[in-house]
């Protein structure tokens, strides 16, 4: 099992950009995906974006594309998600993923290892 820390989020105004840090350990990362995902109350837990541990290939949801830029330092076994120019909408609890295979997947139940979440709050 992959154990999934997340760090980075805090209250920020709009505009501003957040990186969110996700340190993993406890298994080999070479064959799996890493993603982040996030909850906004009442809403469905969403992808925000992904990545190929080996190859680096991305994914990247709706709501980031263009804002949000996906990362992963293979040394460090840490995932991170830089956020620019945030926006009030993107207030929400951050969450880091581990799927075991090296193929992107954007279903949440597709995920078997979560870290805490971290939580963004965006202010006008």
């Known amino acids: 099992q992959v154990q999934l820390v997340e760090s980075g989020g805090g209250l920020v105004q709009a505009g501003d950009s957040l990186r969110l840090s996700c340190l993993a350990s406890?298994?080999?990362?070479?064959?799996?995906?890493l993603a982040w995902f996030r909850q906004i109350p009442g809403k469905e837990r969403e992808v925000v974006a992904a990545?190929?541990?080996?190859?680096?290939?991305?994914y990247y949801g709706a709501s980031a594309k263009g804002r949000f830029t996906v990362s992963r330092d293979n040394a460090k076994n840490t995932l991170f998600l830089q956020m620019n120019n945030l926006e009030v909408a993107d207030t929400a609890v951050y969450y880091c993923?581990?799927?075991?295979?090296?193929?992107?997947?954007?279903?949440?139940?597709?995920?078997?290892?979560w870290g805490q979440g971290t939580q963004v709050a965006v202010s006008s």
């Open positions: 406890g298994s080999t990362l070479s064959s799996n995906v």
């Open positions: 993923a581990a799927r075991n295979t090296p193929v992107i997947a954007v279903n949440p139940t597709q995920y078997d290892s």
């Open positions: 990545i190929s541990w080996d190859t680096g290939n991305t």
